[in-house]
């Protein structure tokens, strides 16, 4: 990867006593649509107390269908991370799925996200906290709180003292449903020692039944859910958004669209204010 981001100043990108957000459409598009959602995010970004990180997939590389679309693909969207850096001034996030993929990426993005169904995945792990930047690992959808523990230890055994985060994105329930125990947050942070942020999005994805075997969603929940997070002690939000969800390449179903975030992110900040109080 030739591309290098610039040099910034070191920033605590999960801090544990302010609520942060990590926000962006679920897989990255065009210029257009990309600079589109990064600009509503750092215009949001002032009034988010731990600051916004801007986030999108180069790859999807875990699609229900195999024609699905999966995205730009390394270098194509690495280079437009770093063109959404450089407008907005945001910091980014993206997802890896193989261990020789952590390096260049590592080169642009700030902090690097391990997908759910990689969670347990030793070689993904170290090579992502070798590189040395934050690493935000999300719960697999059939593991306990307590489980992750070991996901995070592999992370820490090759980053040292880098940042590391995990994420709740709800648990597997019957067939094709998942549900939230608000209890996760605690259990997550006391086994994993780290900051604890809650998926709100994929928590309401409804996987296989969608158009053709897709994903489907219920993103009329994400606002109750994200909520009863805040209060129920998550440290951060995770939640992809678009501005036609309903167009969108990846995830539409279990998006929330733009126009809404800002209403959703002002409850947020208020229902954490007042439980720190």
């Known amino acids: 990867m030739a591309v290098v981001a610039p040099v910034t100043a070191r920033i605590e990108l999960f801090p544990a006593d302010r609520l942060f957000l990590i926000a962006g459409p679920c897989v990255l598009e065009g210029d257009d649509l990309n600079l589109r959602v990064a600009e509503r995010l750092a215009r949001l970004a002032e009034r988010v107390p731990g600051g916004v990180i801007f986030k999108a997939s180069f790859d999807k590389a875990n699609r229900s269908n195999v024609d699905a679309a999966r995205g730009p693909g390394l270098d194509e969207g690495l280079s437009a991370l770093l063109r959404i850096k450089r407008e907005t001034g945001l910091r980014v996030l993206t997802d890896v799925h193989l261990p020789e993929q952590c390096a260049p990426a590592a080169e642009v993005a700030d902090a690097l996200q391990i997908p759910a169904f990689l969670c347990r995945q030793t070689d993904l792990l170290v090579a992502a906290g070798r590189t040395g930047r934050p690493v935000n690992v999300k719960k697999g959808q059939w593991m306990q709180p307590e489980g992750m ?126 439980a720190r109080v």
């Open 149 to 274: 523990a070991g996901a995070v230890a592999k992370v820490r055994s090759a980053q040292g003292k880098g940042e590391v985060a995990v994420t709740e994105r709800g648990t597997f329930f019957g067939y094709g449903d998942l549900v939230v125990d608000m209890r996760s947050f605690v259990r997550l942070r006391v086994a994993c020692r780290a900051p604890v942020i809650f998926d709100a999005t994929h928590s309401v994805q409804r996987p296989g039944q969608g158009a053709r075997g897709s994903s489907g969603g219920a993103r009329e929940f994400i606002p109750v859910l994200a909520r009863a997070a805040v209060s129920a002690g998550a440290d951060g939000l995770f939640l992809e958004t678009h501005p036609d969800p309903d167009s969108a390449p990846s995830d539409g179903p279990n998006m929330i669209p733009l126009p809404q975030l800002d209403h959703l992110i002002a409850q947020a900040v208020d229902l954490w204010t007042r």
